[in-house]
């Protein structure tokens, strides 16, 4: 686990060195108390490592990484509260604390089910200058109809 944090450390600072703007990280690990602490140090220490490059620092999460410990997802609850209180106990905004921007992974949504989970959305998305990320056109519309237009586009993987 240390040469593999080791290479993936040196692969990322590898990049911004040679000019790279963004790096957007996929498939981190979140989602318990253990997993976060894990990827909350690695963001850190790549955090420290880019200092100087200018390289911009994202986190691309699923949508379950905004879930309150009682099962209630933040669109929920913002639908009722939009004083935003409390926010920094859930996985994706531990992140943000770190990263330069988190990026909610829709590659895997339809419209139907990403329109349901953004219809709540929009004061989390611009409170936290959210992106999306997206691998369907359908759900690029989908998220445009809700005045969501920082996009990512990059095709879902198996």
Sequence with gaps: ????????????????????????????????????????????????????????????????????????????AFAQDSTGAGIVQYTGWRMLSVCDYLALDLRTADSDSAGELLRGFRFTYARYALRLLVADAAVSETADAHGMRRQIVCPATD
């Design 1 to 76: 686990a240390v040469l593999r944090r080791g290479v993936e450390l040196s692969l990322l600072t590898s990049a911004a060195r040679a000019g790279v703007d963004e790096l957007l990280l996929l498939g981190i690990p979140c989602g318990n108390d253990d997993a976060d602490a894990r990827a909350l140090d690695f963001l850190r220490e790549l955090k420290q490592l880019l200092a100087d490059s200018g390289t911009a620092l994202g986190v691309a999460l699923p949508a379950d990484a905004f879930v309150r410990a009682e099962g209630e997802t933040v669109p929920d």
